[in-house]
Every structure is written in C-alpha cells, then in structure tokens.
C-alpha cells in the first residue's frame, strides 16, 4: 500500500505552510471557487474542501492531517515530529509544538456545498477507524514515533480500540449543512493512528453522490508539474486505496481519506510522577541520536530526511566493511569519518552504560515528587483569623455560629513550602509569565553527555524543532526545571488541647489524617478556610492549601477570605536563618539534613505570593502591582498562548504531587513528621478539581506506583485515599466557551480578531487549542480515576453560571453541543471507569445522590447534585468556600446559601471518612443529611450520548 521507508514523504526542502487555517482563498473553508479553467469538472457535485498540496496558495486541510507533522523533516536538519506551520495565530504556534492531535476535541470536514443530512450516518458513509502501525525502527520502537502513514500495517479491529463517536451535519462559514462534525464522546486512544473516511454514498442537498475534491484528485492521479510532490501524491494514493478497500463491501468509494495521529502528551505529567516507565524510550532515543550526530557531523547540509536515509546507507555500508565483503578504497573520506563516528557512539553508547547514566539523573534532572523543603511559623487559634473572629458572638445569649464553633477545636500553621517550577519566572516585565511554555530539559541532555564524554562534550543530542527548540511532550515527555519557589502553605489542623480536641479524633497527638485542599480559579488559598477549618474538625484532618499557579493572597483585603498572612521573604529569611543558627549551634552533623533543607527553602529563585505580583491588565498583558492591586489569577488563563495555558494546569499538579510527598515532613507546633503515615485526602473545587482530577488519577495509578518497586525503592507520593471534586469540569476550552462567567471575554477577544463561532476558524483554533490542553485535561484522567479509586464523591449545583453542568444538550449560546464539557460528562467518564455503563442509572458506577435519594443512602463511589435554581439561596458555584458572599443581583445584595453549605461540607466529611455521604451518624440536627438542599438534574440521562 505504502513503500515503508524511515521518513518517505520527502517534499521539497523550501516547502512551508503558509499558515494553519489559510487556504481557499480568503482564509475560510466555505464555497471556494476553483482556480482551475478545466470544463470537465462537474461543479453541480459537492466535494470536500481538501487541497493538500504544499506548494498551493490555497491549501485547505483540516487541523489535524498527519501531514502537518511530516513536513517539517526536509526544513532542515532538526526534526522533531512536530507539525509545522508559518502562520501567526496562537493556534499555529501551538501547532509547532503539537506532537499529536486531541482525544476528545470535535472536529470538521467541510464541504464546498450543501450535504443531506440524512446520507450523513456514521459507520455507513462516515468512519472513524483506529489503525495499526509499525514501528518506524524495527530495532528501536520507542526512538521515533509512527506518524508517517507510510507506515499503516492494518485496521485496528480490537473491540476495546473502537472509538464511541457521533457524526452529525452542520453549517459553518454562512454556508448550510455544508461541514460533518466528528464527536468523540469518550477520549480516543493517545497516541494512535485514525483513518477518517468519507464514502461517496454522502450526498448534497440536490441528491447527487459527493466526490473526491478537484485539488486533491488532480495531485493524486494526474501528472505531476513539480517533482518534490512525489510522495504527497504517494501518499494521497495510498490512503484512497486504503479507504476504497474498506469501503468496498459496501460498493462506495472514497470521497476523502486522510489519517490524524492522536497525542499522548499526559505522558509528561505520567513521566514526571513516575519516570521509570519511560527510561526505557530515552535510552532508544540517545542510541538513535547518537548516531543521527554522527553522520550529521559529517554530512551538516542534509535535511533529517536526508540524514536518516543516509544514516541507513551508511550503517549498511558499515556491516559489508565489518564482514570484510566492501572494500574501504571505494568508500569517500567523508564515508569513511562518518562510519568511524558511528562506531565511536555505539562503541561508547552501549545499553549499559546508557541505563547507568539515565538511572544517575532520576530525581535530578530528571524529576520525581518528593519531599520538598518546608517551614512553619508557629501556630494560632483558628478563632483569631479576622474571618472567624468576625462570627464571634457578641454576647453569651447570642447562639453560637457553627463554624466559630468548629474553629474553637481547630488550630492555624502558616509557612512556606519549596516547589520545583517548570514555568519560567516572571523577569523584570512579567513577560515570563505569559509568553514562555514548559521545555524539554536540557539539563538532562548536558548531564548524560558528560557523563560519556566529559563535562563540556557530546556524543548525542535530542531531536530538536526546526527552530532550534527542545519541546516536550509525549515523544519527549522530560521537561527543564527553570526556577525553584517558595509558596505560602497552610494548615488548619485539630488543637491537640484535650479540653479542646474534636470528638472524631482517635489519637490524642495527631490527627486522623491529612486533606490536601485546592481552590478554584482567581480565587487564592483563603478560601480554604471556611470549608478547611469544618473539615478539621469534623473529621480531625490536618487540611493543607497552597495557592494555584500565578495565584495568591492579593486585594485590599489581601485574600478573598480575610486572615490569612501575606508571605513575606524578608521574614522569613531572618527567621528560617535564626533557626539553622540554633540547629548549627546544637549538633551541626545530626541536624545536616535540615540545615540543607532550610537553606534551601530561604536560597530559592523566588520567594512569596504566587501571582509574582503581576495582575493583567484588559489585554492580558502582565502588569506590575502591589499585592493591594493585584487581580489572583488573572493570568491563568491564556488564550494568547496555549502551551502557557497548558502548562499553568500541568505546574498546578505537579505541585500537588510534590506537597503530597512532602505531608510527612511537615513540621505542626514544632513537632516534625507530625503527619507521618497518615491516611491523605484530596478536595478540588472548579480549577482545584481539574488539576485534582489528574493528581488523584496519577497519585493512585498502580502502574506507575508500581515502577518504583522495579529500581528497589518505593514512591514517596501517598496514594489518595479519598478524592472529592465539587463543581469541576473536563474538555477545558470547551468549558471556557460554555462557561457564562469566562464565555464572553475570551469569545470578544477572539472576535476582535475575527475569529467567531460558526466559522471554520474558529472550530479549528478550539480544536488545536484542545489538542494542547489535552495534557492536563480531566477528561484525560477521569476513567482512570474512576478505576483506581474507590471513595470517589463528584457534585454539581444544578444550573452553575461558572462551570456548566453540561454543553451536550444545552451549549451555551451560538456554541455547538460538546458532550465532553461540563460537570456532568466528567461524572459520566468517571462512572465508566468505575465499573458503570451509565451514569443516570446510578448503579455500578456512581451512585446517584439527589432530590430522589433518601437517608443513609450515597455509598462511595457517588455524584451529588445541589439545588441551584435559585443563587441566592439555594446554592451557586461558590458555594462551598463561601456561604454568604457578596451578590448585586440578590436581595439585600447578598447570597446567603449557608444550609447548601453545611450539606455540603458534611458529604465531604463522611467521603474522607469512607462513609455514605447521606449517612445519618447520629441524633442531633447536624448529623442528619439535608436533603432539602439536593436537587434533579434533567440532562444526567443524556451524558456522553448515553441514552441512545
């Protein structure tokens, strides 16, 4: 079907794509008009608006073919199977880094007129179809991926490779019915081949049968006016022949036939959490890279097409010299050097030396989570944090509030913890923040290097961008540590006061165990403090919080939830200094380990709030400003860089993995490893369950714990015994599109580029940007946290303004249905990989807790669902870290939904106590469950198509 060569689309070295989304014409998709004077051409007959021709001013293909990642191997001699693209937008330069395309994104095939929709039925005209591939180097696999289509060996039939999708018709560009959209309803495979196939049994609104688009026939069966497009044409004969033999039991043939390859990009946080898995690949990649040196060293005006194929030449060449069958007069001086430096790296480059040298760097550059130094000041009541002060009664007649009450019991350790930081620091303009994106590490690269050859020296190199670049992702899934900061941490944690010790708590030191907390997006770590100090003391946790990336206390209020302090670097330099005085003045060599640890905390790159002191301004451009000024979080999202955007989620848990490997070394009341051994938790609301979704699935992935035990040592992360995720999402882009309070300014500013919803620009800037986030995606990790954690409780405020409960049926606005974002979904997936086949059935899975359910039901694994047609006093997305906040639209101009609240924070509780989350635990009114405040939701049934 295909000639199997290393790299066998080799098309011109000056080609380029003159940006992603250009072509037919005026840089949209719909109704071109064909710039070829050819009378024959049927323009009656709908076609699809494919013109893959590199060299043609209208190219026209869709975001994803697989040959956007092939051109980039005759642009020169640095080649990284990622696509290439010369346009400007934020989604071309993403494309530049892309080593896949999206899991879960929809995407478009568009037409050059009106289809019927009716002809348009998935599994009969239109095909999604998972394909076999071999390995581009028989000898090493995992040295370079399968993108090539060159290298299809089959169709994939395995049951479980099937993908769940659904095909519909839409219109798009002011045309009608004129594109088909392709939904995943559960994430594709990653890293895998599709075949998409569209038969001529498709037809256009005037009945006539589709066919192959003038462009790409003419390239594929006619005569060729430039050369260098031989293997385009190739390959356009190829994937036709493909699709017309699947197709032929059926008597169609294919109107259009192209493959995408999917990402594995979630490799890099799976790599960071457990490298082991992935050594193997790095130690392919260096053999491999050492040779393709070699023969670059000797043949540097070669493009890395070129390279590899002489690299095969010259390794044959190099064999008949060995066994003495070639004689060495007939070879060139530049040959001759080429297979020397050859046998030089392989001779130094042996698997031994490499797993030596690799096994040297794991928990260096090559990072693991573990325990990351740390300080605390000492402890205060909770009651004196000025939030809970403010609750006090005012008098003894005056009823208690519950949560002064819990405060009473509860106490507060504030410090600083120091955390490895793969963003880039914010330099003098605060330019770092925004325009930079995580890298691969070259730290890495240097440090094996002069482990063979000596410090300065190298025998290989990692494949690189054309522009120089080390990306990472899943081909290279190792990113460069650029700075290590130190955060404010905080813990709310039961007093250890016998008179004042919470009821629940077992030992009469320490707590029952450790919740790690995570807040939402612009918020900061105060809004832990309602939710954290109930929570400590109802089931006697030690609550940790630490802020989100580019997050932290800021306002005139400093922080959202006033009490909390401000970390301050001066302060806690002076006293972290005070403290390795005292441990030197004891017994310097017994207290070494802490020493190194302080010094480290007060030696770290950057020191204090996490939002660095920068707030955007309406550009989202990084503004310097005093902590009073500051906006938390405004600079989280960035629709202006994508890989910035990914990365800010990958840093948030990676951050979480590394405090989690850290709670044992955590010092309360000067007592260290006070946290020891204790059972942890995890509760993520909005922004927090995102990042939370992944750690939880990561934390508790028994492979990767596994790894660990391969080198003779155990992971220093804890496994979650308990995730709650409250008012969270998956398919992030299509959250924000679907989201009423974040829709708007990311719509506006893409319209003012004139990007907007129903054009073809549009869905494909979505579809790229989906492809970049898949990363750090939930919907990346919901089934494998469905399947590796039992004590599971999702919820949702039915109607939730921030977060939608789902955009399947109801997308918001001019927004096409998006069955993978939104609350909802995201049970859906977890359900799934629980065990359950639909979430609205409640069985199996999740367990549905509801206006339907009764007490003492809600066994874990469970989805609950709160009542929220009425913001102000039922419940709204900020509910659960504020029960009574500030809300023009309510009356007196304030919501208060203080008993959604209470409910909600007790379902938290008997989660982290492996309860039923509807458990009555005992007589008095707080121990029975509220169902007043839970609610129905009427599009459960329809999650992820399940109803059909």
């Known amino acids: 079907m295909f000639k199997k060569t290393l790299i066998s689309l080799a098309v011109a070295s000056s080609l380029g794509l003159t940006g992603c989304f250009s072509g037919a014409g005026e840089g949209g998709n719909a109704n071109p008009n064909y710039k070829i004077n050819d009378t024959t051409i049927d323009r009656s007959i709908v076609r699809p608006v494919f013109d893959p021709n590199p060299l043609s001013p209208t190219l026209a293909v869709p975001p994803h073919f697989d040959l956007l990642l092939l051109l980039g191997a005759t642009q020169s001699a640095n080649y990284d199977f990622t696509g290439l693209s010369s346009g400007s937008t934020p989604a071309d330069a993403a494309i530049n880094r892309l080593s896949g395309f999206s899991t879960s994104g929809a995407f478009n095939v568009a037409f050059d007129g009106e289809l019927n929709p009716a002809t348009v039925l998935k599994g009969q005209t239109v095909f999604l179809i998972p394909l076999e591939v071999d390995a581009t180097l028989e000898s090493a696999p995992d040295a370079l991926p399968a993108v090539n289509p060159a290298q299809i060996s089959g169709v994939d039939q395995t049951p479980e490779n099937q993908p769940n999708y659904r095909v519909e018709v839409i219109s798009q560009d002011g045309g009608t019915n004129n594109a088909i959209r392709i939904v995943p309803l559960e994430p594709l495979l990653e890293g895998k081949k599709y075949l998409v196939l569209v038969a001529n049994g498709v037809q256009g609104a005037n009945g006539k049968n589709i066919d192959r688009s003038v462009q790409a026939a003419k390239l594929a069966d006619g005569i060729l006016g430039n050369a260098a497009l031989g293997n385009v044409k190739t390959l356009l004969q190829g994937l036709n022949t493909l699709g017309n033999t699947i197709l032929a039991p059926s008597g169609q043939e294919a109107a259009l036939a192209y493959t995408f390859t999917t990402n594995k990009d979630a490799d890099v946080l799976r790599a960071m959490t457990s490298p082991i898995p992935y050594l193997s690949a790095l130690g392919q990649k260096i053999g491999f890279g050492g040779q393709l040196k070699a023969v670059r060293d000797n043949y540097p005006n070669l493009n890395f097409s070129q390279l590899t194929a002489k690299l095969a030449e010259l390794a044959e060449k190099a064999a008949l010299l060995g066994a003495g069958e070639l004689d060495p007069a007939t070879l060139t001086a530049q040959e001759l050097s080429a297979i020397t430096a050859l046998g030089a790296a392989q001779a130094t480059l042996t698997p031994g030396s490499i797993e030596a040298a690799i096994g040297g760097e794991v928990g260096s550059s090559i990072h693991i989570p573990q325990p990351r130094p740390s300080f ?173 990336p580019l997050h932290g206390l800021a306002g005139a209020t400093t922080g959202r939830v006033p009490g909390l302090d401000e970390l301050d670097a001066d302060q806690l330099t002076a006293t972290v200094e005070g403290t390795i005085a005292f441990l030197e003045n004891q017994d310097p060599e017994a207290n070494a380990q802490a020493i190194a640890f302080l010094t480290a905390l007060i030696n770290a790159d950057y020191i204090g709030e996490r939002h660095f002191n920068f707030t955007a301004d309406q550009a989202l451009n990084p503004v310097a400003a005093p902590t009073e000024s500051v906006s938390s979080g405004s600079l989280f999202i960035n629709p202006l860089n994508m890989l910035n955007s990914r990365d800010n989620v990958r840093q948030s848990i990676v951050d979480l993995l590394n405090l989690s490997a850290s709670v044992p070394f955590l010092t309360i009341d000067g007592q260290s490893q006070a946290l020891d051994g204790l059972p942890v938790h995890f509760v993520g609301h909005s922004l927090g369950g995102i990042a939370g979704t992944g750690f939880g699935a990561l934390s508790n992935n028994a492979t990767l714990r596994g790894s660990y035990a391969g080198i003779g040592a155990s992971a220093f992360y804890p496994e979650l015994d308990t995730v709650v995720l409250r008012d969270t999402s998956g398919q992030v882009t299509r959250l924000i ?97 629980a065990g359950g086949s639909s979430l609205a059935d409640g069985s199996d899975g999740l367990a549905l807790v509801d206006g339907n359910s009764a007490a003492n039901e809600g066994a874990l694994p469970a989805a609950s669902f709160f009542a929220g047609a009425n913001p102000c006093t039922q419940a709204n997305h900020g509910t659960f870290v504020g029960p ?65």
């Open 737 to 833: 599109e679907n989201s009423p309070a974040f829709s708007s300014a990311i719509l506006d500013g893409l319209a003012a580029q004139g990007v907007t919803q129903g054009s073809s620009n549009f869905e494909s800037f979505f579809y790229v940007f989906q492809s970049v986030v898949d990363a750090g995606d939930p919907v990346s990790f919901a089934k494998d946290l469905g399947a590796s954690t039992s004590n599971i409780l999702i919820s949702e405020v039915i109607g939730d303004n921030t977060v939608p409960n789902e955009a399947n049926v109801n997308p918001l606005g001019n927004a096409l249905s998006a069955p993978l974002a939104g609350t909802e979904p995201l049970m859906a997936l977890i359900d799934l990989g």
């Open 884 to 948: 009574i906040a500030p809300n023009a639209a309510c009356p007196n101009g304030e919501a208060n939904t203080s008993a959604a609240f209470a409910e909600m924070v007790r379902q938290s509780v008997l989660a982290i106590l492996g309860l039923p989350v509807l458990q009555v635990t005992g007589a008095e009114p707080q121990d029975q469950p509220n169902l007043s405040v839970l609610g129905l939701s009427e599009t459960l049934e329809n999650a992820l198509d399940q109803d059909k």
């Open 376 to 548: 605390f000041y000492g402890s205060e009541p909770a009651t004196d944090l000025a939030t809970i002060a403010s609750l006090a009664p005012a008098s003894m007649e005056e009823p208690v509030n519950p949560i002064y009450a819990a405060a009473t019991q509860v106490r507060v350790s504030q410090g600083a913890i120091t955390l490895p930081y793969f963003q880039s620091l914010p330099g003098e303009d605060g330019r770092g923040i925004v325009d930079e994106n995580w890298v691969g590490s070259t730290s890495l690269e240097a440090a094996l290097n002069a482990e063979f050859v000596g410090e300065g020296n190298s025998i290989f190199t990692f494949l690189r961008d054309i522009d120089g670049a080390l990306n990472v992702n899943g081909n290279f899934p190792f990113p460069e540590q650029q700075a290590s900061v130190t955060v404010p941490v905080v813990i709310y944690h039961p007093s250890t006061d016998s008179e004042s010790r919470p009821a629940r708590c077992v030992d009469e030191t320490s707590p029952n165990g450790v919740t790690i907390f995570q807040h939402g997006i612009t918020v900061d770590r105060s809004v832990s403090m309602l939710p954290g100090i109930l929570i400590a003391n109802q089931a006697c946790q030690a609550v940790i919080a630490i802020d989100q």
